[in-house]
């Protein structure tokens, strides 16, 4: 079966064309929905669990029909998401086979009841999956010292990273969750860890982890929302 990649409209040229030697590419876009800086992130209207996705309502249909084509199991949340925070948050969570990540007081009713037989772990992030790549074996990296330290508490290994070189247009910078995306035994980056000063340890512990890195293109980190992969 072909995988398929949901990223941000704006990725670089480049980094879509790498990425489509992998699978299918789908350029995701959006507006008037939410604020612009966030528009075109799939990780803000899909919640990707590892059996089963949530949706928010008021995705465009034509990315619903992508999911539905594919053969993705998935359900449709309860809220849209909307033009401002917490209302842009509400689907921005990590699932895993174990763990269930969020900053509940934002969380779409949907999402809390599809993944509640997992293990919740309540951080004070809303922006979950911008902010921590779910990796094997509760392993997990992350640019959130506070989601650190709830994930170490269930005694999972987390890597913090220095997100300061990570683009993001429209701020400061980026988060690293959000540059990139795992299939298998791959990790997917939207531009190179050269870029960024903890660029070495990233690539030791992903290599210690046995995960071949798939560098995009020769650039910055570049936070489009996460890769999103099914």
């Not at 398929?4 to 489509?20: R, T, W, Y």
């Not at 300061?164 to 939207?190: E, W």
Request: glycine share 8%; aromatic share 12%.
């Amino acid at each position: 079966m072909a995988v398929n990649f949901i990223v941000n409209g704006n990725l670089p040229k480049e980094a879509v064309d790498k990425l489509s030697d992998f699978g299918n590419v789908v350029l995701f876009s959006t507006a008037g929905i939410t604020y612009p800086q966030v528009s075109n992130h799939p990780d803000i209207f899909f919640c990707a669990g590892t059996h089963k996705w949530v949706v928010a309502p008021n995705t465009p249909v034509e990315y619903i029909q992508k999911l539905k084509s594919a053969g993705v199991d998935y359900v449709s949340g309860s809220t849209p998401v909307g033009l401002v925070y917490p209302e842009s948050a509400r689907y921005n969570a990590v699932v895993t086979d174990k763990y269930f990540v969020h900053n509940f007081s934002v969380t779409d009713t949907v999402l809390k009841k599809t993944f509640s037989h997992l293990n919740p772990v309540s951080i004070r992030q809303g922006y979950a999956r911008c902010s921590l790549l779910p990796l094997k074996k509760n392993n997990f990296i992350t640019s959130d010292k506070g989601i650190q330290k709830e994930l170490l508490k269930q005694n999972t290994d987390v890597l913090y990273v220095d997100s300061s070189q990570i683009l993001l247009p429209g701020f400061k910078h980026g988060f690293f969750g959000g540059c990139a995306g795992v299939y298998h035994d791959r990790v997917f980056l939207s531009g190179s860890l050269k870029y960024l000063n903890d660029g070495e340890r990233v690539k030791n512990y992903l290599r210690k982890l046995n995960y071949q890195v798939i560098e995009l293109y020769d650039g910055p980190l570049f936070d489009g929302g996460s890769i999103l992969i099914f």
